[in-house]
């Protein structure tokens, strides 16, 4: 079962009905994480034949989820309860693009 933050985190730049009452400065997180030779494999032959590849689906969403914690954990250190605007952007970093990256930033908030 998936983690949740323990403070909000939203895509858009305000919260209907729940005004930001202080900015505290930009936070960003990263999660890297690597792949393996048979997910390489598998994605190989789903390229071939058609299809998703669940095992990157599955990775991915681990790498997006552990920067998301980040960030929230960022987000606590400077006293923010909140953390609005949040970008996610994904990388192939590595010898041959072999990890992910997810990179997350937004503004932290108190509201």
Excluded: C
Aim: negative net charge.
């Amino acid at each position: 079962m998936a983690r949740e933050p323990d403070i909000l985190i939203v895509t858009t730049d305000f919260l209907e009905g729940r005004p930001v009452r202080q900015h505290l400065g930009m936070v960003s997180a990263q999660a890297i994480l690597g792949a393996n030779v048979v997910l390489d494999l598998m994605a190989a032959i789903r390229d071939f034949f058609g299809g998703r590849s669940r095992g990157y689906e599955r990775v991915m969403a681990r790498a997006r989820e552990d920067a998301l914690l980040a960030l929230a954990e960022e987000a606590k250190k400077v006293g923010a309860n909140a953390v609005v605007g949040v970008d996610l952007d994904y990388h192939a970093i590595g010898p041959n693009g072999s990890m992910l990256m997810v990179a997350v930033n937004g503004s932290a908030v108190v509201i």
